[in-house]
Every structure is written in structure tokens, then in C-alpha cells.
């Protein structure tokens, strides 16, 4: 792409930008809350084009300025110090145009969104409920890294330990974005707690990240919704099993059923249930946008198929493999406590890479 067709692109941004700088301080924009919210987070987005925009051209600018002086100047000093200047921002600019075209492929816009994260044990017994509740801790501490908030909504104890099933809401800045990568069936490949003989097993839990839908993504009648209370089990004090306060919560139309009982209060557990609710039901919908793009991008097998086996831990090697990209680190522990963010960033560059070959064909 020619650094005028690019240069085009961006001019065209930064007129989007003034137009929507000029709607959102507009009081009938402003009435209207939903247009007013997508109209704000698109000014975000633009934002940050804008300034890229700056960037690109002052250097452009800054290369034909070098070049001048190459052709007219005599003062050998100057043209020493044109020629470093020129050699210098030529080498930046193909990294630099790289990005902007990165920035400029759409956006999904599920991406900025909080998710909803599951974790469930599949096949390994015990094992499978221990592993998933490793996997628990791991995404915990990843998130407690990057500064989000997590809220478990739902958990089923493993007799064993761990879980056979955890559902949580994870909030903050482009969660969904991130955390998509995650959905599929990890492996674990180590000898188990309740192994006698020291063999090593293959056991394995499935994630599900759901964007979490938000009030106006879906038109959610209270007809269609069933609410059963009934009395929270597990740890909580004198609440448990004496007060109603658990929520179960089942969508008639679709059959979707989601429990709370993670807080004290109904009302509170009433609150994340619905959450959960349009959550799931939007998802739906979404889940044949994933479908389309799965086919076309393999960094998103994990969503587009969440039998998809997409990463393997392997303890006696010290080895976590992502199967999508074939890459493979060799610090197991940093891993398993948070340490997520290296394999993350592979992802994200390679379904990146694909994005751009696909716009260029």
C-alpha cells in the first residue's frame, strides 16, 4: 500500500473523527444513550488513529524536507546531517506503515467488550476437576497482572479438589480482545495426585469466553424469564442453606439456564444472573460470525470450535505448547502463574498477520 493511499485512509479518519467529536457534545445525541455510547467509543477508537495520523505524516514530511536538502545544499556539514536524518526515517517507515495498516483492518466489535469465562473439567476424572481449578489460579493471576476485575458467579466443587465447573465475569479494558484466545480444551499431560504408581496422565478441562452483552445488545422481555430462589451451598457463613438467596434464572424461548449464588444478596445474585443471561443468549447469535471467521483464521479455532484441542501442559517437560501456532515455551511454572501474556502476544501477532494477507488478496 502506497504511503498516499495511506495517507488518504487516515485523512478520511481524522474527518470521521472531528464529525463525531462535534455529534457527541450534541444534546439530542446525548438523550439518545445508546447512540451516544457507540458514538463515544467510537471517538476512542478514532483517537487513536488521529495521533497515529500526526505521527505518519510529520515523518513523510520530515523525509521529502531531507531530500530537499540532498538536492540543493552544497554545505557538506548539512547534507551529512540530512543524509543520517533521511537513512533514519526511511528505516522506521516501513515498520510504521506496517502498523497503521494493523490498525486499520475493522475491528471486531465484541473486542472491547468484558467477557464471561468458564471453565469446566472434561475427560481425567479427579484429575480433570484438579486441572481446572489450575487453570482457575492461572487465569486469576493473569488477571490480577493486567489490573481487571473477576467476579466467580457459579462454581461446582471436584471431590477431589479443583472444580468441575467455575463461571466468573471479568472486567476491564478490552478484555474479551485478549482473553478469546483462551477458548478451547487445554491438556495437561502430568502424573496425578491420586496416581500410587507415578504414571504419567492425560487429562484435560474446556474454556469457554463469551463477550459479555450489554442491556442494549439485546431486547431481554421479562415474560420470557423464569426465577427460581433457592438456598446457596457452600462457604458463606450463616447465609448458606437458611436464606433463599441463590438465583436460577431460565430463558423460555431458548432453554439457557444460569445459576448465581456467589453473593449474600438475591438482588445481587440477581444482577449477575441476568448478566449471564444476555450474555449467553446473545452469544447465539455471535457464536455464526465466530463459525465464519474460524474457517478463514487458525488462531481462532479456539472460539470457532470449543472442542478444538488448542493447548497442551506438559509438567515432566516444564512445556506449554499452543497447537494454532505451533509455538512452545519452556517455562511452565511462569505459566501456571499468569504468566500468559508471551503466549497471548504470539497469538495476537499471527491472527494479525493473516488478517493483513487476507485484506491484500
Known amino acids: 500500500m502506497a504511503g498516499s493511499s495511506l495517507l488518504e485512509k487516515l485523512e478520511g479518519i481524522r474527518l470521521r473523527f472531528e464529525e463525531v467529536a462535534q ?26 488513529l488521529v495521533e497515529v495520523h500526526k505521527t505518519y505524516k510529520n515523518t513523510l514530511e520530515n523525509i521529502e524536507s531531507a531530500r530537499e536538502i540532498l538536492k540543493e545544499e552544497d554545505d557538506p556539514e548539512m547534507r551529512e546531517m540530512a543524509k543520517m536524518e533521511l537513512d533514519e526515517l526511511e528505516a522506521t517507515l516501513p515498520g510504521m506503515e506496517d502498523d497503521i ?67 466468573m465475569n471479568v472486567s476491564g479494558a478490552g478484555v474479551y480482545g485478549i482473553m478469546k ?5 487445554h491438556r495437561v499431560q502430568r502424573v496425578p495426585q491420586t496416581e500410587t504408581q507415578g504414571r504419567v496422565h492425560t487429562s484435560a478441562a474446556s474454556v469457554a469466553v463469551l463477550p459479555e452483552a450489554e442491556e442494549f445488545d439485546i431486547d431481554l422481555r421479562t415474560e420470557d424469564i423464569r426465577k427460581d430462589t433457592y438456598c446457596s451451598s457452600g462457604p458463606g457463613g450463616q447465609s448458606v442453606n ?55 483464521r487458525k488462531t481462532m479455532v479456539s472460539t470457532g470450535d470449543r ?55
Open 307 to 361: 472442542s478444538a484441542k488448542i493447548r497442551t501442559y506438559n509438567y515432566p517437560q516444564g512445556r506449554v505448547t499452543d497447537h494454532r501456532i505451533n509455538f512452545t515455551l519452556y517455562n511452565l511454572p511462569a505459566v501456571m502463574d499468569g504468566d500468559l501474556q508471551p503466549v497471548i502476544d504470539k497469538l495476537i501477532i499471527e491472527e494479525n498477520a493473516e488478517r493483513l494477507k487476507a485484506s491484500e488478496m
Open 23 to 48: 455529534q457527541i457534545t450534541d444534546p439530542e445525541v446525548i438523550a439518545d444513550t445508546k447512540k451516544y455510547i457507540k458514538l463515544n467509543k467510537e471517538y476512542k477508537d478514532l483517537e487513536k
Open 181 to 185: 484466545y483462551e477458548s478451547g480444551v
Open 101 to 167: 495498516k494493523v490498525l486499520l483492518l475493522p475491528s471486531d466489535p465484541e473486542d472491547a467488550k468484558n467477557a464471561v469465562l468458564e471453565i469446566r473439567a472434561g475427560t481425567g476424572g479427579d484429575e480433570a476437576s484438579i486441572f481446572a481449578g489450575d487453570l482457575f489460579r492461572m487465569y486469576t493471576k493473569y488477571i490480577e497482572k493486567r489490573g481487571w476485575r473477576m467476579e466467580v458467579t457459579h462454581t461446582s466443587e471436584g471431590t477431589a479438589g479443583g472444580y468441575k465447573e467455575i463461571v
Open 242 to 296: 437458611t436464606t433463599y438467596s441463590a438465583i436460577r434464572l431460565t430463558h423460555i424461548p431458548t432453554g439457557i439456564v444460569v445459576t448465581c449464588q456467589d453473593q449474600k444478596s438475591q438482588l445481587k445474585n440477581l444482577d449477575k444472573a441476568m448478566i449471564e443471561l444476555r450474555t449467553r443468549i446473545y452469544n447465539l447469535e455471535y457464536q455464526k460470525y465466530i463459525d465464519e471467521i474460524s474457517s478463514k
